[in-house]
């Protein structure tokens, strides 16, 4: 899917104009990605980038603004009512979708369009989501290519994948097994994560149908960790998992193990995973494809379907009827 979605930009549509800033406006599944983006950009972009999840964009938006609309499904109310209020604005507009009532807006407005393959469910097409977005910012010289980190990200992407076929209990499987009849709480030991702890929350969630919470490192340590003087009972339903970057700073790691001493000995257990590889952006889909294969592995356990969300859909429906 990443190496399909780097050839999905047709280069000879993408915007000219160098933009003073870089939004993206998506929901749930299709919205991931911007926060990806941000971390992926952090210390790389010299324009702020901003992940709208939100009908309304925020007021800075004009003509020197460039807006990614993005929406698997092309249907998403926010989304759709974020995109008008950017258009209405004279924003520079990329969408991304495979249909929808957002396609056809799109091309009624002349925009750049990345038309994605139909058919998933939303949250499986994130790198359709993440991708295209990266080749539009790359011709657009805003950013370095990310070729070499895409290239980089497939081949780690692989050896994750490959490693679940093997004999004997995986990572996979025991982080798994240690979150049933739990409620898990994602750490990431590094905001340049946080996005990452956000997409296990979200996919534990959705494909576990189980609840879930995230939150990062150093920020919890300034409320959160006082939360952990909860009663002895409660923390006992708690699993805490921490996402660890392999770039984390020594500095990040002692602030890790002084509060896992202090506070996390009262969870049921304490798992570590580590995202893999050396560029940002296998750091991160590693990461996310390790959650995802967890809550995946989850859903077995718990014998629930992990692709329906039927909730979603029933929220949709419901607000649909009401107009
Ligand atoms: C469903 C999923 C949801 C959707 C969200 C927005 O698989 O992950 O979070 O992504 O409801 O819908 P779209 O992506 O179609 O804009």
Redesign the pocket.
């Known amino acids: 899917m990443c190496d399909e979605a780097w050839t999905l930009v047709p280069a000879t549509q993408v915007p000219r104009s160098r933009p003073t800033a870089v939004v993206t406006l998506?929901?749930?599944?299709?919205g991931i990605g911007g926060d990806l983006l941000r971390a992926l950009l952090h210390d790389e972009a010299s324009i702020p980038v901003v992940a709208v999840k939100d009908y309304r964009i925020p007021s800075f938006v004009n003509s020197a603004t460039l807006v990614f609309a993005c929406?698997?499904?092309?249907?998403?109310e926010e989304?759709l009512a974020a995109y008008d209020e950017a258009t209405q604005c004279g924003a520079s507009c990329v969408v991304i979708t495979s249909g929808g009532d957002l396609l056809r807006r799109a091309r009624e407005r002349r925009h750049l369009t990345v038309q994605l393959p139909g058919g998933l469910?939303?949250?499986t097409a994130l790198p359709y989501l993440l991708v295209p977005v990266l080749g539009v910012l790359t011709q657009m010289g805003i950013v370095g290519s990310f070729e070499a980190q895409l290239r980089e990200a497939i081949q780690i992407l692989q050896q994750v994948g490959a490693e679940q076929g093997r004999e004997g209990a995986t990572l996979v499987q025991r982080v798994a097994e240690s979150l049933l009849h739990r409620i898990p709480v994602i750490y990431s030991t590094s905001p340049f994560l946080e996005p990452v702890a956000q997409r296990w929350k979200?996919q534990l969630n959705?494909n576990a149908k189980t609840f879930a919470v995230w939150n990062t490192f150093p920020e919890l340590n300034h409320n959160e960790t006082v939360g952990w003087g909860m009663d002895n009972a409660l923390a006992k339903s708690l699993v805490v998992v921490l996402l660890h970057d392999p770039h984390e700073s020594e500095h990040i790691t002692r602030r890790v193990t002084i509060t896992r001493e202090l506070v996390f000995n009262k969870a049921a257990s304490v798992q570590e995973v580590s995202a893999r590889g050396e560029g940002k952006l296998a750091r991160l889909l590693s990461g996310v494809m390790l959650g995802d294969l967890v809550s995946w592995h989850l859903a077995g356990l718990r014998g629930v379907d992990p692709t329906p969300?039927p909730v979603?859909e029933e929220v949709k429906r419901r607000l649909a009827r009401s107009g």
């Open positions: 998506g929901m749930g599944g299709s929406s698997y499904s092309g249907d998403s989304t469910p939303q949250r979200d959705e969300v979603i």
